[in-house]
């Protein structure tokens, strides 16, 4: 028989008076305490009895450990039980965490009140070494339940990127499909949906955390996922009452487009607009769809972009790269922000004339005529494809 020192005996004996005698008490307390300390057990889908059962059962667990006893076999797994069942609720890890501190410090102010019986000659060392006892049984049963919410979170994260990837597949979905996936992803399957998509060079979890912080604080329902290094996300909105470029404000240095969709069936057309509009835009942020749709022409078709690319871009390349480089910055200012030839001169702090010569120039070199506004379209894409490709550079 294992031969033990009297403190470590005397906590044993301690922790098997404490589950004997006092545990409903503990665990009533410590059940309070924690719907009054976290807000996520005050009006979330955690029920008191729901809490009183699981902690009931983790605190006989830590216990149990710090009696020193076998381990009932149904015990054995309910850390990880509830670390799996806490995730399916949707209850943040940080959450479960708290609630485990708080029970650390019931079941450490239990072991005091009963070290106060202690003699003197064994109090001090008691107090020491049980607290170090009493940290190590609940940080076990931390260690199990964060391995079951973190199983648990995989997989239902799965589940849901199968779901929205579902959703993707097809512009004509199944009822039931559509069904299916609001289900498993918490959205409604009517209404406007702001769909977006973001190119990351780098995955950015924590920017995508501090905004569904955002949106979460603003009772908004939505869905984020990666796909190697693309963001796609849906958000929906009941009314046109918020700004979703606002409330994606932690994005902004990354490129990023919305779109609309009407409804969850409708959110693969959305999203495909969303990709083109980031695919031929060159600087960072996150703007709308309906803002420029130019963006999106620009990468609709490749072989149509680089065909007029050449087009405009082509016949610039038997100038020198000063008059080039003259001609660009005139014609591109006109395609970026319109104007008169005097706003032309004003803007570029060139003199009219020599902004008059260069877009004669231009028109020469090309047969596009920048006075039409046929032709003026054809440039102004031209150069957001240019744009595009230096910024992909």
């Known amino acids: 028989m294992e031969q033990l020192d009297p403190t470590t005996q005397l906590i044993r004996t301690t922790a098997r008076r404490l589950l004997d005698i006092h545990l409903d008490e503990i665990v009533d307390r410590t059940v309070t305490r924690t719907i009054k300390d976290e807000p996520n057990y005050t009006d979330g889908p955690v029920s008191r009895t729901d809490l009183r059962h699981h902690m009931d059962r983790t605190m006989r667990l830590a216990l149990s450990r710090l009696a020193g006893e076998d381990i009932p076999a149904d015990l054995e797994s309910s850390a990880l039980e509830l670390g799996k069942l806490r995730a399916r609720q949707g209850i943040p890890l940080s959450s479960v965490l708290h609630a485990f501190r708080i ?78 996936a609001a289900r498993v992803l918490g959205l409604p399957t009517e209404g406007s949906y702001h769909c977006i998509v973001g190119a990351f060079p780098t995955p950015r979890p924590e920017l995508l955390a501090e905004c569904s912080a955002t949106l979460q604080a603003s009772g908004r329902s939505f869905y984020f996922g990666w796909w190697a290094r693309e963001l796609r996300g849906v958000v929906h909105t009941a009314d046109d009452s918020f700004d979703i470029v606002e409330e994606l404000a932690a994005l902004n240095g990354q490129t990023c487009s919305v779109a609309t ?65 003259g001609l660009t910055e005139t014609v591109g200012d006109l395609a970026a922000n319109g104007g008169a030839i005097a706003n032309i001169a004003e803007r570029t702090y060139r003199h009219r004339n020599t902004v008059r010569a260069r877009l004669r120039a231009f ?14 379209a054809t440039v102004t894409i031209a150069f957001m494809i240019d744009a595009s490709r230096n910024g992909a550079g």
């Open 103 to 180: 029970d650390l410090k019931s079941l450490w102010e239990a072991l005091i009140e009963e070290g106060r019986a202690v003699g003197e000659d064994l109090r001090a060392d008691f107090l020491e070494r049980s607290s170090l006892m009493v940290w190590e049984a609940v940080e076990l049963n931390t260690e199990h339940v964060v391995r079951g919410y973190q199983t648990t979170q995989e997989s239902l994260d799965e589940i849901r990127s199968a779901a929205f990837d579902q959703l993707l597949m097809d512009d004509e979905l199944e009822p039931s499909t559509i069904d299916d």
């Open 261 to 325: 969709a009407d409804g969850l069936g409708s959110v693969a057309r959305a999203i495909r607009l969303a990709r083109m509009s980031v695919q031929g835009r060159s600087g960072s942020g996150v703007t709308r769809l309906q803002d420029n749709w130019l963006h999106a022409v620009v990468a609709a078709n490749k072989e149509l972009s680089g065909a007029i690319h050449s087009a405009v871009f082509g016949p610039l390349a038997r100038l020198s790269a000063s008059e080039r480089h």
């Open 363 to 376: 028109t020469e070199l090309t047969g596009l005529d920048l006075a039409k506004t046929n032709d003026l």
